[in-house]
């Protein structure tokens, strides 16, 4: 899953944007794989499906 937040900056009416990746996956698991990619956002583990 990947999420994307939108967040207003009022000063100059745009909009800025923070992609997060977020993957039902084992913490362990995702260090193991994630660094080889050099994502430019955050990756999280949710291994509970909560998120």
Do not use: C, G, Q, W
């Not at 899953?1 to 996956?25: E, G, H, K, N, Y």
């Amino acid at each position: 899953m990947l999420a994307l937040f939108v967040s207003p900056d009022v000063r100059s009416a745009t909009f800025a944007f923070t992609i997060v990746a977020v993957f039902d996956s084992p913490v362990d698991n995702l260090k193991a794989h994630v660094k080889r990619h050099k994502a430019l956002f955050p990756i999280l583990a949710d291994e509970s499906n909560v998120y």
